[in-house]
């Protein structure tokens, strides 16, 4: 008899979360706020029915501004060597066992000319905080590829820079600004990075970028040491106020030779619940499904498409240098020529249902949805 009630009154509890869990979803879904405590219950529910509706409410709220296309932008890794030293990051100044590379301008003009045979609309340049990268050899190479392919977007994800910098890259033809925040608490940021490096100075530079007209994508690593359920709920907070166009989220993955090697990694799981959270948050937002989520699950790419991302960033580097790019240990696509990693993932897009677009792909805020 005891043992009844006693499974009555679980049943009674389950059903009374798993209610409510819904209700918070659809509460979230249609206010596009959340409270610190939905997001606690969202991210520790083991329920799968509410996390299986989680899915499905992003993906109808993706599907509804976006149709079933997945945007691929074409990555291009332009330099390893940083003169930073984030406590996660691979490339930090002072692990020595990174190998450094840049690319000449040659080399780039090349992998835009065979990305835009791939078909490739959005050449994405990213690189370490890197000084050869100055304005002067910056500004030539975006207005090199600006005119020879006027058809196509330019997004730069080069980190901190003055915002003269950043308007001279704007006018010599860059519409788009990769930089995630990282973290929107000023605590925890200082425990992620140097002293040197400051919250506010980052906080800043996205505002600069905004105003300058890039359309600009902040963004956080799901899991990073120190993280906790109030420093995610500042980072939705901020997703909420600073309306980026872009959001980057991705796993922490331990990288060999930096004081995080030793540090979980992140939770494959709970990146996909934020992303979710982050598309019913904000709607229009271009959310890529990252490769660092593809590198700790081998459906990871995917499983973040039906949870509500719409972008997909295949490599176009050149395979030489491809490996040296190590911000994190085992990262995926290292051995691919760009026509591979095109073919391969627009295979694993269509194998679930969904169609890749090569074209712009911009931000619009006034889809309907
Ligand atoms: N694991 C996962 N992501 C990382 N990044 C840097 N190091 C790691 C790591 N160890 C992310 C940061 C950075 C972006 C380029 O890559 O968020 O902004
Ligand atoms: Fe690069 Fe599959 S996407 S090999």
Redesign the pocket.
């Known amino acids: 008899m005891l043992t009844l009630v006693n499974s009555d009154q679980r049943f009674d509890k389950l059903t009374f979360n798993f209610l409510s869990t819904l209700n918070i979803i659809d509460h979230i879904r249609n206010t596009r706020d959340i409270t610190r405590d939905e997001l606690e219950q969202i991210l520790e529910t083991e329920d799968k029915a509410s996390i299986e509706y989680l899915r499905s409410s992003a993906r109808e709220v993706a599907t509804a501004a976006y149709g079933n296309k997945i945007f691929m932008r074409g990555l291009i890794e332009l330099s390893s060597h940083c003169k930073n030293d ?1 406590l ?4 930090r100044r002072s692990n020595s066992a990174a190998v450094r590379y840049r690319l000449s301008d040659e080399q780039i003009y090349d992998c835009c000319e065979q990305g835009y045979k791939l078909g490739f609309r959005t050449f994405v340049m ?1 690189g370490g905080e890197d000084g050869w990268f100055d304005d002067k050899r910056m500004c030539r190479i975006v207005s090199t590829v600006r005119q020879r392919y006027p058809d196509c977007a330019i997004t730069l ?1 080069l980190g901190e820079r003055s915002r003269e910098s950043y308007q001279a890259l704007f006018d010599a033809g860059a519409n788009r600004y ?3 925040h ?1 973290t929107a608490s000023p605590e925890h940021y200082a425990r992620l990075h140097s002293a040197e490096m400051s919250f506010q100075n980052r906080i800043d530079c996205l505002y600069a970028l905004k105003e300058i007209g890039y359309q600009v994508g902040c ?3 799901v899991g ?1 040491p120190y993280q906790t359920i109030d420093t995610l709920y500042a980072d939705l907070q901020f997703i909420r106020t600073f309306q980026p166009q872009m959001v ?1 989220i ?6 060999t030779g ?1 004081p ?1 090697q030793d540090q979980p990694n ?1 939770k494959v799981g709970t990146t996909l619940r934020l992303l979710a959270i982050i598309r019913l948050l904000h709607p229009p937002v271009l959310l890529p499904a990252t490769t ?1 989520l593809g590198t700790l699950h081998p459906q990871g790419r995917e499983l973040g498409i039906q949870f509500g991302a719409n972008v997909v960033m295949p490599n176009l580097s050149p395979r030489d240098h491809r490996k040296d790019y190590a ?3 085992n990262k995926i696509c290292t051995g691919e020529e760009a026509a591979e990693c095109r073919a391969c993932t627009e295979g694993r897009i269509r194998k679930i249902g969904y169609e890749t677009v090569v074209d712009r792909g911009d931000f619009n805020p006034n889809l309907e949805y």
């Open positions: 984030c996660y990051c691979g490339l990213q994800s990769l930089l995630r990282e963004g956080f690593m990073s980057g991705g796993p922490f993955i331990s990288a930096t995080f992140g660092a911000i994190y240990d």
